[in-house]
């Protein structure tokens, strides 16, 4: 079968996020299938973008086709980035005609997180007589108004919302990284039988062969290795509420018998703001370390004795969470302490640690003490029940075949 993947920000582990279209890839890959992936030559989210100088440069990446459009570089959410998209969708639209017969796809997916890639995913489809798969990661425009402030009258969000509602009534199926997102989705125009939620995974063959952490990293944690280290990896902006974090360990001072420490992972614009924060409130039971390499994550994780994962309040968080850590985390068989204002998580469903609200602090810390507090048997077990969930229902292997056996 011949898969065409259109998902303007996909990147693969070298070049960084996203990663979910080339773990599904390869797995599709494998099983005899041929994919290509259509995507922007520039997307934020990547660490290392192709240096293309023309449209639809083709390249392979481990067995997957990736052709790269020229969208333009851009910075922040403003009129730039809105270019790129135009750009994006508008050259997949003019060309549509030769990339069906060139790639011949009997599936097309729809996985650019806006949704205006719906246009040139059905008229391909169309094309090639090929079903039409729209896969939701992020809930735009509802993104756009309930958390980038933006008026519902904005022409943007308009422009938006008539694409997605479009999306909804024409696809063959919709593939939902959110678990509660399907009676919002009914409600704009998605028939209920056309709903399948496949989520993120873990990718077993990196938590076999994996990188070590820098020696900095190394020495820090041998260094604390009498701790009991809650650990936080991931970034460090606004939408990440790394001061409730830091709320958090204050906290932790004035526990006596506590020998908690909490080690921050990673980079952001909050980083530098968050380290003065803690030097001058003299915090000093809080740590940052630089951001490690996706490859060395399950090592890092192997210095944690709890992972903690938080975020900001937001409306979005009603349809489900889906964050890459927390299936790390799981597969590391870490006890976990998630503090989003969300519907049942993982983390609570499979009994894998706690899930807090985050405006509640000391409902953080109880969770928190009392993993520390825990037998090495009874972490063991929460741990255990983590790692468990995600081999039986979340490797990229399993979600590759669900999300095949259920679109034809």
């Given at each position: 079968?011949?898969?065409?993947?259109?998902?303007?920000?996909?990147?693969?582990?070298?070049?960084?996020?996203?990663?979910?279209?080339?773990?599904?890839?390869?797995?599709?890959?494998?099983?005899?299938?041929?994919?290509?992936?259509?995507?922007?030559?520039?997307?934020?989210?990547?660490?290392?973008?192709?240096?293309?100088?023309?449209?639809?440069?083709?390249?392979?990446?481990?067995?997957?086709?990736?052709?790269?459009?020229?969208?333009?570089?851009?910075?922040?959410?403003?009129?730039?980035?809105?270019?790129?998209?135009?750009?994006?969708?508008?050259?997949?639209?003019?060309?549509?005609?030769?990339?069906?017969i060139n790639i011949r796809p009997d599936v097309v997916i729809a996985s650019s997180t806006y949704p205006l890639d719906t246009y040139p995913a059905r008229k391909k489809a169309k094309l090639s007589k090929a079903r039409y798969i729209h896969e939701v990661h992020d809930?735009?425009?509802?993104?756009?108004?309930?958390?980038?402030?933006?008026?519902?009258?904005?022409?943007?969000?308009?422009?938006?919302?008539?694409?997605?509602?479009?999306?909804?009534?024409?696809?063959?199926?919709?593939?939902?990284?959110?678990?509660?997102?399907?009676?919002?989705?009914?409600?704009?125009?998605?028939?209920?039988?056309?709903?399948?939620?496949?989520?993120?995974?873990?990718?077993?063959?990196e938590w076999e062969y994996y990188e070590a952490v820098p020696v900095e990293h190394r020495n820090f944690f041998e260094k604390h290795k009498d701790k009991f280290v809650v650990g936080y990896f991931g970034g460090h902006a606004l939408s990440n509420s790394l001061d409730d974090c830091v709320n958090v360990a204050k906290e932790f001072l004035k526990i006596k018998d506590s020998n908690a420490i909490f080690v921050f992972v990673g980079d952001g614009v909050e980083k530098q703001r968050l380290i003065?924060?803690?030097?001058?409130?003299?915090?000093?039971?809080?740590?940052?370390?630089?951001?490690?390499?996706?490859?060395?994550?399950?090592?890092?994780?192997?210095?944690?004795?709890?992972?903690?994962?938080?975020?900001?309040?937001?409306?979005?968080?009603?349809?489900?969470?889906?964050?890459?850590?927390?299936?790390?985390?799981?597969?590391?068989?870490?006890?976990?302490?998630?503090?989003?204002?969300?519907?049942?998580?993982?983390?609570?469903?499979?009994?894998?640690?706690?899930?807090?609200?985050?405006?509640?602090?000391?409902?953080?810390?109880?969770?928190?003490?009392?993993?520390?507090?825990?037998?090495?048997?009874?972490?063991?077990?929460?741990?255990?029940?983590?790692?468990?969930?995600?081999?039986?229902?979340?490797?990229?292997?399993?979600?590759?075949?669900?999300?095949?056996?259920?679109?034809?």
């Open positions: 079968m011949n898969i065409l993947y259109i998902d303007h920000y996909a990147g693969s582990p070298e070049m960084g996020m996203e990663f979910r279209p080339y773990y599904l890839s390869k797995e599709w890959v494998k099983m005899g299938h041929k994919v290509t992936i259509v995507a922007g030559d520039y997307s934020h989210l990547r660490k290392v973008n192709p240096n293309i100088n023309n449209d639809f440069i083709k390249e392979n990446i481990d067995g997957i086709d990736y052709i790269w459009i020229k969208t333009g570089k851009y910075l922040g959410n403003g009129f730039k980035r809105a270019l790129t998209i135009e750009r994006f969708v508008r050259k997949l639209i003019f060309n549509a005609k030769k990339i069906s809930m735009w425009p509802a993104t756009l108004y309930e958390v980038g402030g933006m008026s519902k009258k904005h022409p943007f969000v308009i422009v938006m919302q008539i694409a997605e509602n479009s999306a909804y009534r024409h696809c063959d199926k919709c593939v939902s990284l959110l678990p509660y997102s399907k009676d919002y989705m009914m409600k704009h125009g998605l028939r209920g039988e056309k709903f399948l939620n496949i989520q993120n995974g873990v990718a077993e063959k003065e924060r803690v030097r001058c409130e003299i915090i000093n039971n809080a740590f940052f370390l630089p951001p490690i390499s996706k490859k060395a994550i399950p090592d890092l994780l192997k210095y944690f004795d709890c992972s903690y994962m938080t975020g900001i309040t937001s409306p979005l968080y009603r349809f489900g969470l889906c964050l890459n850590k927390m299936y790390d985390s799981m597969m590391a068989k870490l006890p976990i302490v998630c503090a989003f204002d969300a519907p049942d998580t993982l983390i609570k469903i499979y009994n894998c640690g706690y899930q807090c609200n985050p405006s509640n602090i000391q409902e953080v810390v109880d969770a928190i003490r009392n993993i520390e507090t825990m037998s090495e048997e009874e972490r063991s077990i929460m741990g255990d029940n983590g790692k468990k969930a995600v081999v039986e229902h979340f490797t990229y292997n399993k979600l590759a075949e669900t999300f095949i056996n259920n679109i034809m």
